[in-house]
T-cell receptor, first 113, second 113 residues
Framework: DAGVTQSPTHLIKTRGQQVTLRCSPK?????VSWYQQALGQGPQFIFQ???????QRGNFPDRFSGHQFPNYSSELNVNALLLGDSALYLC????????????FGSGTQLSVL | AQSVTQLDSQVPVFEEAPVELRCNYS??????LFWYVQYPNQGLQLLLK??????LVKGINGFEAEFNKSQTSFHLRKPSVHISDTAEYFC???????????FGDGTTLTVKP
């Protein structure tokens, strides 16, 4: 049973560029949440997708956007990258829009130069 | 709004000694509480959770935590640690039904031989 898979594992971009990160949820899960984890900090909630809609959003600017596909996989897009966007981006899957049983992927390490 | 404070950023301990990692939260409504562990270059893995019922919760790898509503705390304990317990530990809270997870900034547990 495959867990949560994220791609790519590492990414290097320059300021002003755009990036797309991908996530496939654990089998049987229909909800995907994205988190940003800066160095030395806990994960910060970006947004959650359930039934192909953004259900909840954390305190992140509109430069951060996402999408969920009919097969429940999800993308996180970040436009106009800033140095401060450098972080580990974690995807977590669950069911029915709930957080009581989150399964996390290993993350995508994004470095913005 | 909910918040989580992990009182110790680093906890060094010798192998086979007991350990306690402290977590306090603030919320105006009922909460669900979680502890996650993160090993280097990996995502978060759920150690244990409190949703309701007994305030003493047992998790994986011999960890347990106690929910104290009056103290608004959810401290994590293990009676005897192993080298393999060296990792980053995160406390998290969900506020109310369908709330989103708010994480503390983590505690680095280092187990020394």
């Amino acid at each position: 049973d495959a867990g949560v898979t994220q791609s790519p594992t590492h990414l290097i971009k320059t300021r002003g560029q755009q990036v797309t990160l991908r996530c496939s949820p654990k089998s049987g899960h229909d909800t995907v949440s994205w988190y940003q984890q800066a160095l030395g900090q806990g994960p910060q909630f970006i947004f959650q997708y359930y039934e192909e809609e953004e259900r909840q959003r954390g305190n992140f600017p509109d430069r951060f956007s996402g999408h969920q596909f009919p097969n429940y996989s999800s993308e996180l897009n970040v436009n106009a990258l800033l140095l401060g966007d450098s972080a580990l981006y974690l995807c977590a899957s669950s069911t029915r829009g709930r957080d009581e049983k989150l399964f996390f992927g290993s993350g995508t390490q994004l470095s913005v130069l | 709004a909910q918040s989580v404070t992990q009182l110790d950023s680093q906890v060094p301990v010798f192998e086979e000694a007991p350990v306690e990692l402290r977590c306090n939260y603030s919320s105006s409504v009922s909460v669900y509480l979680f502890w996650y562990v993160q090993y280097p270059n990996q995502g978060l893995q759920l150690l244990l959770k409190y949703l309701s019922g007994s305030t003493l919760v047992k998790g994986i790898n011999g960890f347990e935590a106690e929910f104290n509503k009056s103290q608004t705390s959810f401290h994590l304990r293990k009676p005897s640690v192993h080298i393999s317990d060296t990792a980053e530990y995160f406390c998290a809270v969900i506020e109310g039904f369908a709330g989103k997870s708010t994480f503390g900034d983590g505690t680095t547990l280092t187990v020394k031989p």
